[in-house]
């Protein structure tokens, strides 16, 4: 045999070698809306989903290979969205998280089910960290989406709890929200929530979602209804002029808002939000070992304590992170169908609780925090000197809501 | 056959062959192009050709889309029509909403015409969330693409030639109808509408008809992304699209047919490529439309024009240096533009500024751009953009001297020319 020949065997036997030892990196992948009006949420995941896949890295990666976390911004549509998931399949992404809004989620979730349907043996999970709508984990779940956030049944309910055990509930609740999937969830959530609240729904709203600028007519429809609690999935600009309208004329009335730590929220509303409630899935100033260690490595990464979303999408990824630990490479590759049936059973204990899967919906079962806002808080929000005072954690047993009917989950065999 | 012949020859065979060289990310951008291109080219026959002015077009867009989407989810899945077909759907949708919305909007022309295609097209985009059954709400209404024809339609790839048959044929049509003598009317109509009037024609059902033609073929390219997404959702009926179409058609050209078509195709790879590098990609579209309208207010198809014209008046040789200057000064202008506003835009965001505080030194933690890490407070960092910006403002201060001289040079000689024939006139 000539000489050149050996060498290019040799060469070729290299590479296959090094094919082998050294397979593709695991891919993650986050598409949100990273640029434009609404980008504050979706940069706030991200940093979620960079600390996570720091923290696998530093603990050896996955396979023997650090993993990789590629960013696509939606362009703050459903439509980008659909495009972005096209490139990052391309790119060879089998780990897919989204949270900020329901309709992007909506798109991701049934395209990755077509797209899994299509591609038998190249499945891509989806890890929804925040897209809340009911129907994502109802008539639309399936086998390759998991919702890792709460739902509007899960967080009424805690708070729900806890202002009644505060004594600040009252009988008479206002119900508004938007007029879009999640205000429709919020406002069946706080009617539902009625018999064990103790209360009664004096009157419920459905207003535009983010088009409002005076919200006077609609505080004069709660003055008049002599409600003591305005319940309200409201979030951005909607929650903002709502509470500044009711400061202005005056009204005496406490709110249960599920919103209100986006940033930004308190330096807005100023001294209105004092006394009013929230359900978050997380507070840092939670006193624990386990909190105090994510805060501080939190804060140390990203500049800024853990607050709003950024724990929900922390701890999501986290618990597929633990998954992962007992997922084996096959061929080198990860086996997404064995990661999902791995991810149902999987446990975490989070800062706050332990922290599950529920196989039926793909539903994580997780533990929430319930907060007031307060100047005697340990940590201030947005440069002011007022913050969320931690009340009551439930486990997640105590506030789970059940499995929907509508859902029908197709398993691979 | 003629140049432009073999250009558009040259330009569908290599479409053609794209999916071969091209990731299916990559692909599905290629997919996107041709929508736009579609979607702008039919904005362009009633902004450029009839000059009305639509600030709305998105609603016929979207009404396509979702006239596709309910075909597609038609008897119980199986769809209306073969997925092939869909876009007649499309087609349907927006042309019968076109006709409802044109017949109110073209009684005026001028900016009361383009309020009220606004303000039609926020009436959709306001009600479209509240009838969720038609909708879909804010989840939107999903569907399936049937196989059909032999083609299961399943990849990327299929969906291409699809989406690339679709485009060809309307861009076909789209361009014959400039040749007809409806077309010509339609010039008219940009022209002179009183005069058309005076000659006898109905110039209201005259405009009804293009408006109807230019949404017929927004709801083609509708449809096609519905085709393609499998999904409509209301955002469609944003502002946001309608001012996508109309900053696409002005960048590419308004008043060439290939203008808006290669606007749109390269905007959408714009957003695409870029969008995923920068969270600033919308200042740098921005910034890129105004130095259009600035420099340029005949767009890219103008600017192609324009050298075509200086080559046969200069020659080739001589314009050479020139291109060359303008390039070079093109590129040092947006590098150093863009490495100023990245670093601005790390400098000044929340985290870096929560890090700095952090820093017990005191110092300003080191920023990583371009795989460097630059020190904000060193003076060398900011001076890497100001040589950039420097060096390109003095290559096209020599590109326009450059181009002066050509003048005077064509000047000169054309005097020279005169003075040693003898007039006709003595």
Not at chain 1, 198 to 211: P, Q, S
Not at chain 1, 247 to 256: Q, S
Request: hydrophobic residues 45%; charged residues 15%; contains cysteine.
């Amino acid at each position: 045999m000539k000489p050149y020949r050996q060498i290019a065997g040799g060469l070729v036997a290299m590479y296959l070698g090094t094919g082998m030892a050294l397979a593709a990196p695991l891919k993650f992948g986050i598409i949100d809306t990273l640029s434009g009006p609404q980008s504050s949420t979706g940069q706030l995941y991200r940093n979620a989903m960079r600390f996570v896949v720091d923290h696998i890295n530093s603990n050896g990666g996955w396979n023997g290979e650090p993993v990789q976390l590629l960013e696509y911004d939606n362009q703050g549509g459903p439509a980008g969205a659909a495009d972005k998931l096209k490139a990052a399949i391309s790119d060879g992404v089998q780990i897919v998280g989204q949270g900020a809004s329901s309709a992007i989620s909506a798109q991701i979730s049934e395209d990755v089910r077509k797209y899994n349907m299509r591609n038998p043996g190249k499945e891509v999970v989806f890890i929804n960290m925040g897209g809340d709508a009911l129907e994502l984990t109802g008539e639309k779940c399936h086998f390759h989406h998991f919702r890792v956030s709460g739902n509007a049944p899960v967080k009424i309910k805690a708070m729900v709890l806890t202002m009644k055990e505060e004594g600040v509930l009252g009988t008479k609740v206002y119900s508004i929200n938007q007029n879009y999937s999640w205000g429709q969830d919020m406002e069946q959530a706080i009617v539902d929530a009625a018999s064990f609240g103790g209360y009664a729904v004096v009157e419920k709203t459905l207003h535009d979602t983010n088009k409002i600028q005076d919200f006077s007519p609609y505080v004069a429809k709660i003055a008049a209804s002599k409600a003591e609690t305005v319940m309200t999935g409201n979030w951005s600009n909607d929650l903002l002029l709502l509470m500044k309208a009711s400061k202005a004329a005056g009204l005496k009335v406490r709110f249960g808002a599920v919103f209100l730590d986006q940033p930004g929220n308190i330096a807005n509303a100023g001294e209105v939000a004092l006394g009013h409630y929230i359900a978050h899935t997380f507070n840092a100033e939670h006193a624990s070992p386990e909190s105090e260690k994510f805060v501080k490595d939190f804060t140390a990464k990203m500049g800024h304590f853990p607050q709003f979303i950024e724990p929900q999408g922390t701890w999501g990824m986290m618990l597929v992170a633990e998954a992962l630990k007992n997922v084996k490479a096959e061929k080198g590759v990860l086996n997404v169908n064995t990661l999902a049936k791995t991810l149902e059973t999987t446990k975490i204990k989070s800062p706050l609780g332990e922290m599950s899967m529920r196989a039926a919906d793909h539903q994580a079962q997780l533990p929430f925090a319930v907060s007031v806002v307060s100047k005697a808080a340990k940590y201030k929000q947005d440069g002011t000197d007022m913050g969320f005072k931690l009340l009551k954690v439930y486990r997640a047993e105590e506030i789970a809501s059940p499995v929907q009917a509508s859902c029908r989950m197709q398993r691979p065999n | 056959m003629k140049p432009v012949h073999i250009l558009l020859l040259g330009i569908v065979l290599a479409l053609l062959a794209l999916p071969s060289f091209l990731t299916p990310g990559l692909v599905n951008a290629a997919i996107q192009m041709l929508i736009a291109a579609l979607f702008a080219s039919a904005y362009y026959l009633l902004c450029g050709q009839a000059g009305m002015l639509s600030f709305g077009h998105a609603a016929y867009f979207g009404m396509g889309a979702f006239a596709t989407i309910h075909a597609m989810n038609a008897i119980g899945g199986t769809g209306l029509l073969p997925t092939p077909l869909m876009p007649l759907a499309g087609a349907i949708g927006g042309g019968a909403f076109g006709f409802f919305a044109g017949y109110f909007s073209t009684k005026r022309t001028g900016t009361y015409f383009a309020m009220i295609t606004l303000a039609i097209a926020e009436l959709v985009h306001a009600l479209a969330p509240h009838l969720k059954a038609l909708f879909g709400g804010e989840a939107g209404v999903s569907a399936t693409r049937m196989p059909a024809w032999g083609f299961t339609f399943g990849s990327t790839n299929e969906v291409y030639y699809l989406t690339l048959a679709w485009v060809a044929l309307c861009l076909t049509l789209l361009y014959l109808y400039t040749r007809t003598p409806l077309g010509r009317l339609t010039l008219g109509l940009r022209e002179n509408t009183h005069r058309l009037r005076f000659l006898g024609y109905n110039t209201h059902g005259l405009a009804i008809c293009v408006f109807v033609v230019s949404a017929m073929f927004s709801g083609v390219a509708g449809g096609l992304l519905v085709v393609s997404n499998e999904a409509a959702n209301y955002v469609l009926f944003d502002a946001h699209l309608s001012a996508s179409v109309v900053l696409n058609t002005y960048i590419g050209g308004v008043r060439v047919f290939l203008g808006p078509i290669l606007g749109a195709s390269l905007m959408t790879f714009f957003g695409y490529a870029v969008s995923d590098l920068t969270q600033s990609w919308l200042l740098y579209q921005g910034a890129l439309f105004v130095l259009v309208m600035m420099y340029m207010p005949n767009g890219l198809a103008g600017l192609f024009g324009q050298i075509g014209q200086w080559r046969s008046r200069f020659g080739l040789a001589a314009l050479i240096p020139f291109v060359l200057l303008a390039l070079g000064a093109g590129l040092l202008v947006g590098g150093g533009g863009a490495f100023a506003i990245e670093m601005l835009q790390r400098f000044l965001s929340q985290d870096y500024q929560a890090l700095a505080s952090a820093n017990a030194a005191g110092t300003w933690p080191p920023i990583r751009l371009f795989k460097h890490d630059w020190s904000p407070a060193a003076p060398g960092t900011w001076l890497v953009p100001a040589t950039l910006l420097t060096a390109g403002a003095g290559l096209a201060v020599l590109a326009r001297q450059w181009l002066r001289r050509l003048v005077q040079r064509e000047e000169s000689n054309r005097a020279a020319a005169e003075a040693s024939v003898p007039g006709d006139a003595a």
